[in-house]
Structures are given as structure tokens and as C-alpha cells.
């Protein structure tokens, strides 16, 4: 390896930090654009693949990358690296930031329904074997594709559409989000914190200047071309977001201006070596364009779930930054312009082609074995708790408010986090529920006060007739067992002419008395109106009824009344024959039974 000058090892590791801080970038907008109850799964997923990313490019991944070249297709040393040559060191953390960057990019389309254990595998798996071997192709100088012509400076395709469509194989095979195509409409998930969103890509576009300026490997003065070049492209990525969400969604769309900004920074990584200021901020411009069609089609031509939109921002974006060189960049030594788009057209292809088909392959056999997806119960209460156990008290708080707010159980108190914001929030709300529980207690004391008064008689202390026709509500008398006994009391007219119809009053009050007093408990007393009661008594047996009808008559013409002495009444029965008989035709034939007693003379018990 070619000793590098201080200087440009200083510019090589500083450049690294710098491509470092991508993996926070990626962490905040990845948090920031999946639901609450995944974020701390989504921000662990950048955590691990930095972690094992950095393991196995160390065990594998250089020396397949950027060991002695066998064939243009594979490396076959510098495994394991020892340290002791002092410039390798400083390519290796160069190059291993990009290799966790490759990674980190196929967490985004698989967010909130892959295991976390599969996860670290696919991350084993890109960062010692895909990445490295394409990156082989791509960028060790004996690579077939090196060899062709291919360039691809900084990495739209190596780094960045290679990520992407290990992702896009990723969100086919795991198949959509619960919930996200129903009833041929596709349901929005509104992210957790746009906040982080935007933060996130202030990280990426800060960290980008490593990513970009320091794949020259040293510090010359091309590193402001490139900087003002990653610059202009990421600013007129941004302005085409801002342009199209103004198009299609009349306000400015946060997701797609922020990844807009993205979009144009991958667009302009393969070619900012080479292109000049104009070139670069028309790369990045059609970058959001090209992103934003493809996620359509994506969407709702293939119905491929993809959280984070990374095939279109990664994927095509990048492929069209890498098509960008062949169009406009300098041409090499002994090749025309068709031949240079056809190169650059092969490099894209192939790495569709490798890197889809091994991901397909990899998700593939995750899946027969049932270790990529999570349950679908555990997708519903999320990945927080179901991958890590993991929680936060404020959303604890909010759902079991929600919970409250949807069943309307308000018997039981939520948790008060003491000491805590949230705590007090939860504290008010009991407060609140305890209120509600007096006024729910209060209110069904005073339902219970209006329905008693509106189906009591209030003379009689007795049913009146909504009250029996309300519990007669669609039942069948022949199932339910029961018959009619209809009571009118005899000469009931005179008595009111005669005395008053304060004396009739006090006389319908005493024999509403006499009668509940013989009933039994299953048996109906109401007063149906004047001086005739209904009693529906529990059994279809006729000489049963008629002795409970007997009884009540001859009480009824022994007792003796306040106001005028005696009285006598009369009784009409009637028991359902068959199951098709109604109850208002039971009555109907207890009232004729009635009128049969009066006409015999009254005081007498008729049946029909």
C-alpha cells in the first residue's frame, strides 16, 4: 500500500469521523419517521449494525473488498487486519464507515416488522459479504467493473443503491406493515417526531462533506470542488422537494423535502470529482424527481412497503447519479460517450442484479424458517416492548388514556410516574376520572329516579302500561309462560259520580294494594289505564290462572274500603294456545273473557 503524507491521512480519518456521524444522521430520521412504539427498536437497529458492521468488515469485509484481486472478483487477504501498518489503519476506518453506511440504509425499508435478531444477520451478512464484494468490482483496482471503466467516486452505487436494494428485497419478502394497504387504500403512518427528521438530515448533510470530500483519500485542492459540488446537489434536492410537496400537497411536506436533501446528496456522491457547479445542482435537482416517482410506483403500483422511501432516495437516486457520470462527467482515455453510458448502465445493473438477488436469497431463508417476522401481535404493541422490553412512561400514559377515552372504562386508575411531567399529566387525569366516576354514579342514580317515575303509576304505586309493554318487548307469551288476567272494578263509574273522584282514587289505590299482596314474584301487576289492571301471571295452565283470578276476586269483595265499604270487580282470562299467538291477541281474548263476566253479572271470573 502507497504510504500516505500526514496531511492526508489527518484529511482521511477526519473525513471518517465525519462519516461516522452518518450513523447518527440515519438513527434521528429513522426514529423520527417510524411510530412511537418503535422508535427505541429503530434506534437500537443503527446501534447493532455499527457494532457488528464494524466486527465482520474487520474479520471479512476489507479483505474481500481490498485484498489481492482474484479475477476482478474477490479479495483474498488483509482479513483481520493487525494494526500495524499505519496508513492501512486509517483507509480501514475510512472504509469501514462506509460498509456500516451500506447497512444502516436496509434498516429504513424494513422498519417496525423484522426481528431484531435477523436484523444483526442481514448486517453480518452485507457488511462481510455483498457490500465488500461489489465494492471489490466497483473500486479495487484490479475490479472487473474498475477495469471496464466504471466510476463510481464516492459511492451512489456502491455504498448507496447497493444498500437499497438489499432493502427493497427486505420489504418484499417481509410483505407490508399491518394495516398499511386495507381496503384498497393506502394508510398513512404519521411519524413519531419530524423534529428529529430534520435534525437527522442536518447530521447527513454535515457528515456527507467526509463521506464525499474524503474519498479523494488525500487533501488537495479538489476537495473544494467537490464540497461546493455535494453542496449545490443537496440544496437543489431540497428545492425539488420544496417544489414538489408545494405541486402535490400545497404546504410543504416535511418527509419530502428533508429526504429531498437526501436524495440530491446520493445523487451527486458518484460524480462530485468530476462534475462542475452547474452539472452538480441538476443532478441533485432530478435526484428528488427520480426518487419521487419510483416511491410511487413502488407504493402503489407494487405495493411494496418501504418506511423510509430508501429504494427511491438509495436506489434509483443514486442509480441516476451514477448514470449522471456517463452522461456528463469526463471522458476516459479511449472510450466515446455511448460506450461510457453503457458502463455506467452495466455497473447499475449488476448491482441490482447481485445485490437484489442475494438479498431475496438472504430475507428468503430468514423467512423459511420463520426468524424474520415478528408475530403480528407483537407488531401491534410494537417493537419497543416486544424486541426489547423497553418502554416509555409518557406513551404508556397516552395509550392507557386512549384506551379510557375508547372503551369509556373509567373504573380504574392509570399510573402516576411520581416525580416525572408525565406524572402530573397522569395525576390530573385521575383527578378528571374521579369527577367523571361521581357524575356517572349521580347521573344513573337520577336515570334510575326518571324511569322508575316514568314507568311507575304514580296512584296506584303500580307498573303502568309502557312498563308492561316494555317488558313484554319481543317476548312470546307461550315461550316466556305466561297469561293474561285482565281485573275492571264493577260500577267503578258510580262511585265517582257518587262520591267524587277523590274517593275513586283512594279505591284504585286499595285494591292496587289488595292485588300486589296475592301476586306472586314472577307474576306482572300493572295498571292499564282507568280502573282496569293487567296481571301476567307465570303460567299457562288455565285452572291455575283461574285460581289465582278467584283468589284476587274474592279478596277483593271481603275487604273492606276506607271510602265506600265494599266494591266488586270483574276478571277476564286468557292463556296462549300455540306459539304464534301474540300478546296484544291474548289480551284481546282476556278482554272479550271480561266482558262475558260482565254481562253475567259481574263479579264473576271468565275464561277464554
Same mark, same amino acid.
Given at each position: 500500500m502507497e504510504t500516505m503524507e500526514s496531511t492526508n491521512l489527518l484529511w482521511v480519518v477526519i473525513s471518517a469521523f465525519l462519516v461516522f456521524q452518518m450513523q447518527l444522521g440515519f438513527a434521528l430520521i429513522e426514529t423520527g419517521m417510524v411510530r412511537v412504539k418503535n422508535t427505541i427498536n429503530v434506534a437500537m437497529k443503527n446501534l447493532i449494525d455499527t457494532v457488528f458492521g464494524l466486527m465482520f468488515f474487520w474479520l471479512i469485509g476489507y479483505g474481500l473488498m481490498f485484498g489481492s484481486d482474484f479475477s476482478g472478483l474477490i479479495g483474498t487477504d488483509r482479513f483481520m487486519i493487525d494494526g500495524s501498518n499505519l496508513n492501512e489503519n486509517g483507509l480501514f476506518f475510512f472504509q469501514a464507515m462506509f460498509a456500516t453506511t451500506a447497512a444502516t440504509i436496509i434498516s429504513g425499508a424494513v422498519a417496525e416488522r423484522i426481528k431484531f435478531n435477523a436484523y444483526i444477520i442481514v448486517t453480518i451478512v452485507v457488511t462481510a459479504f455483498i457490500y465488500p464484494l461489489f465494492g471489490h468490482w466497483a473500486w479495487s483496482e484490479n475490479g472487473w467493473l474498475k477495469e471496464l471503466g466504471f466510476r463510481d467516486f464516492a459511492g451512489s452505487t456502491v455504498v448507496h443503491s447497493v444498500g437499497a436494494w438489499i432493502g427493497l428485497a427486505g420489504a418484499i419478502v417481509l410483505g407490508p406493515r399491518l394495516g398499511k394497504f386495507k381496503h384498497a387504500q393506502i394508510k398513512y403512518f404519521a411519524p413519531s417526531n419530524h423534529n428529529f427528521i430534520v435534525f437527522g438530515v442536518f447530521v447527513l448533510f454535515f457528515a456527507w462533506f467526509g463521506f464525499n470530500a474524503g474519498s479523494l483519500l488525500r487533501f488537495d485542492p479538489r476537495v473544494t470542488s467537490i464540497l461546493l459540488n455535494t453542496t449545490l446537489g443537496a440544496a437543489f434536492?431540497?428545492?425539488?422537494?420544496?417544489?414538489?410537496?408545494?405541486?402535490?400537497?400545497?404546504? *410543504?411536506? !416535511?418527509?419530502? %423535502? #428533508?429526504?429531498?436533501?437526501?436524495?440530491?446528496? /446520493? $445523487?451527486?456522491? +458518484?460524480?462530485?470529482?468530476?462534475?462542475?457547479?452547474?452539472?452538480?445542482?441538476?443532478?441533485?435537482?432530478?435526484?428528488?424527481?427520480?426518487?419521487?416517482?419510483?416511491?410511487?410506483?413502488?407504493?402503489?403500483?407494487?405495493?411494496?412497503?418501504?418506511?423510509?422511501?430508501? *429504494?427511491? !432516495?438509495?436506489? %434509483? #437516486?443514486?442509480?441516476?447519479?451514477?448514470?449522471? /457520470? $456517463?452522461?456528463? +462527467?469526463?471522458?476516459?482515455k479511449d472510450m466515446s460517450r455511448l460506450e461510457f453510458v453503457t458502463v455506467q448502465l452495466i455497473g447499475i445493473a449488476s448491482a441490482f442484479g447481485f445485490a437484489f438477488a442475494l438479498g431475496l436469497m438472504l430475507f428468503g431463508i430468514l423467512a423459511k424458517y420463520n426468524f424474520l417476522r415478528v408475530q403480528k401481535r407483537h407488531e401491534v404493541i410494537g417493537l419497543n416492548v416486544s424486541e426489547h422490553n423497553a418502554k416509555l412512561p409518557w406513551v404508556d400514559t397516552?395509550?392507557?388514556?386512549?384506551?379510557?377515552?375508547?372503551?369509556?372504562?373509567?373504573?380504574?386508575?392509570?399510573?402516576?410516574?411520581?416525580?416525572?411531567?408525565?406524572?402530573?399529566?397522569?395525576?390530573?387525569?385521575?383527578?378528571?376520572?374521579?369527577?367523571?366516576?361521581?357524575?356517572?354514579?349521580?347521573?344513573?342514580?337520577?336515570?334510575?329516579?326518571?324511569?322508575?317515575?316514568?314507568?311507575?303509576?304514580?296512584?296506584?304505586?303500580?307498573?303502568?302500561?309502557?312498563?308492561?309493554?316494555?317488558?313484554?318487548?319481543?317476548?312470546?307469551?307461550?315461550?316466556?309462560?305466561?297469561?293474561?288476567?285482565?281485573?275492571?272494578?264493577?260500577?267503578?263509574?258510580?262511585?265517582?259520580?257518587?262520591?267524587?273522584?277523590?274517593?275513586?282514587?283512594?279505591?284504585?289505590?286499595?285494591?292496587?294494594?289488595?292485588?300486589?299482596?296475592?301476586?306472586?314474584?314472577?307474576?306482572?301487576?300493572?295498571?292499564?289505564?282507568?280502573?282496569?289492571?293487567?296481571?301476567?301471571?307465570?303460567?299457562?295452565?288455565?285452572?291455575?290462572?283461574?285460581?289465582?283470578?278467584?283468589?284476587?276476586?274474592?279478596?277483593?269483595?271481603?275487604?273492606?274500603?276506607?271510602?265506600?265499604?265494599?266494591?266488586?270487580?270483574?276478571?277476564?282470562?286468557?292463556?296462549?294456545?300455540?306459539?304464534?299467538?301474540?300478546?296484544?291477541?291474548?289480551?284481546?281474548?282476556?278482554?272479550?273473557?271480561?266482558?262475558?263476566?260482565?254481562?253475567?253479572?259481574?263479579?264473576?271470573?271468565?275464561?277464554?
Open positions: 434536492g431540497g428545492f425539488g422537494g420544496w417544489f414538489i410537496s408545494l405541486i402535490y400537497k400545497e404546504k *410543504v411536506s !416535511v418527509e419530502i %423535502f #428533508a429526504f429531498g436533501v437526501i436524495a440530491g446528496l /446520493v $445523487g451527486v456522491t +458518484a460524480g462530485c470529482d468530476q462534475f462542475d457547479a452547474k452539472t452538480s445542482a441538476f443532478v441533485g435537482f432530478v435526484s428528488v424527481f427520480v426518487m419521487h416517482f419510483f416511491d410511487l410506483i413502488l407504493l402503489k403500483k407494487f405495493k411494496v412497503d418501504d418506511p423510509l422511501s430508501v *429504494v427511491g !432516495v438509495h436506489g %434509483f #437516486a443514486g442509480a441516476w447519479g451514477t448514470l449522471a /457520470v $456517463g452522461i456528463f +462527467a469526463t471522458l476516459p397516552i395509550e392507557s388514556i386512549i384506551k379510557i377515552m375508547k372503551t369509556g372504562d373509567i373504573k380504574h386508575k392509570i399510573h402516576e410516574e411520581r416525580g416525572t411531567e408525565i406524572g402530573l399529566v397522569a395525576k390530573f387525569f385521575n383527578y378528571l376520572l374521579e369527577i367523571m366516576r361521581q357524575k356517572q354514579i349521580d347521573l344513573q342514580n337520577s336515570n334510575i329516579q326518571l324511569r322508575s317515575k316514568a314507568e311507575i303509576d304514580p296512584l296506584t304505586q303500580t307498573f303502568n302500561r309502557r312498563a308492561l309493554l316494555e317488558r313484554l318487548k319481543n317476548k312470546n307469551l307461550f315461550h316466556a309462560n305466561y297469561s293474561v288476567i285482565m281485573i275492571d272494578i264493577d260500577n267503578f263509574k258510580h262511585v265517582n259520580d257518587t262520591h267524587g273522584h277523590g274517593v275513586g282514587d283512594m279505591v284504585l289505590k286499595e285494591l292496587a294494594q289488595i292485588v300486589k299482596t296475592l301476586i306472586r314474584d314472577k307474576d306482572v301487576f300493572a295498571r292499564w289505564g282507568g280502573e282496569e289492571f293487567v296481571i301476567l301471571a307465570n303460567t299457562k295452565e288455565i285452572v291455575e290462572v283461574e285460581k289465582i283470578a278467584e283468589k284476587v276476586r274474592q279478596k277483593v269483595e271481603s275487604a273492606s274500603f276506607s271510602t265506600v265499604g265494599t266494591i266488586t270487580a270483574s276478571f277476564g282470562i286468557s292463556n296462549p294456545k300455540n306459539p304464534t299467538e301474540s300478546f296484544e291477541t291474548i289480551l284481546e281474548h282476556a278482554d272479550k273473557a271480561l266482558y262475558q263476566a260482565k254481562k253475567s253479572g259481574k263479579n264473576r271470573v271468565h275464561s277464554w
